[in-house]
């Protein structure tokens, strides 16, 4: 009895040992992920009724796999960590917040027509840098234009598909293809959603990713605060892009045309001088040192 009951004894601890020792070495190969949800940290809004939610740190693949649809040679997939959380706006900064700070245009003439739900554009990169300014010097905080890690990070939200909700385009979950004179595909489905044709959606009209952000797909592209360039090899931790060069960069697609310019990885090049009708921006709100 003494003798069976210490062999037992010694076979269970030995099979505690041995999943405990498997426990702590299944992960040893695994590549580092992106965290799938954010803090519990509630959005934080200011006085022009901009809202913005937190995203978490982590770490991604940024760029895409050689064999997904579209895809070009400067989307080099590498693993990028991104430090520290911050806030990020939830939609595109909208007509009516590009108003409340920077007026309508001359006099009685409105150069940006339209409801103040949608997304504002035709500002090239020095206007964003222009109404930031104007933002805080408000006092209500600090923001900046995301960096084109951070952007892609965040629409990704913790995917590693071509799109937030996989791999193929969906007229229902971004605004794309609503161009009558050019590319059409998706004016039926939105014109029975109630929304307006060949132009952006208001925002928040689509739904948001995991991390409650909205219209990182489609509606308009975004600028982002890179130079564009290629790639920096390897790991990169918070990378910030070239310190100088002749094009920004801008993402996420737009109205207008294809669906797979609204792939994350996807990058766009364009004169900081540009403003174009399909071209907007969302900004990010840093967080202070005692709050992160």
């Given at each position: ?31 580092m992920?992106?965290s799938t ?19 978490p ?8 796999p ?11 997939p590498?693993?990028?960590?991104i ?18 700070l ?50 892609e ?7 590693q598909?071509?799109y937030?909700?996989?791999d ?16 059409d595909?998706c ?17 928040r ?22 130079w ?16 100088t ?5 801008k ?6 045309k ?12 364009i ?17 202070e040192?005692?709050?992160?």
């Amino acid at each position: 009895m003494t003798v069976g009951f210490k062999r037992s004894a010694c076979v269970l601890c030995i099979a505690i040992l041995g999943s405990a020792w498997l426990a702590m070495t299944a992960g040893a190969d695994t590549p580092m992920r992106a965290s799938t949800q954010t803090s519990n940290d509630p959005a934080v809004s200011n006085s022009i009724g901009m809202t913005f939610v937190r995203i978490p740190a982590g770490t991604f693949t940024m760029g895409s796999p050689p064999g997904e649809p579209y895809r070009d040679h400067r989307e080099t997939p590498h693993r990028v960590t991104i430090s520290k959380s911050f806030y990020l706006q939830t939609t595109e900064v909208t007509l009516g917040q590009w108003r409340a700070l920077m007026g309508r245009g001359w006099w009685l003439f409105d150069q940006r027509p339209g409801p103040d739900t949608l997304p504002v554009s035709r500002v090239c990169w020095h206007d964003v840098e222009a109404f930031i300014k104007r933002l805080n010097d408000l006092g209500e905080g600090r923001y900046r234009l995301p960096t084109e890690a951070e952007w892609e990070y965040a629409a990704r939200a913790g995917s590693q598909s071509a799109y937030f909700w996989g791999d193929r385009v969906d007229c229902r979950k971004a605004m794309f293809a609503n161009n009558s004179m050019d590319m059409d595909d998706c004016q039926k489905t939105i014109d029975a959603m109630g929304l307006p044709l060949d132009g952006p959606a208001p925002v928040r009209s689509y739904p948001p990713n995991a991390w409650g952000v909205y219209d990182m797909h489609g509606n308009v592209w975004e600028w982002v605060a890179d130079w564009f360039g290629p790639y920096a090899a390897g790991d990169q931790v918070d990378p910030a892009g070239p310190a100088t060069g002749t094009m920004r960069i801008k993402r996420g697609g737009s109205w207008f045309k294809h669906g797979y310019s609204m792939r994350s990885a996807n990058r766009a090049q364009i004169h900081p001088a540009t403003r174009l009708k399909t071209t907007g921006f969302r900004l990010v709100r840093m967080i202070e040192l005692e709050h992160r």
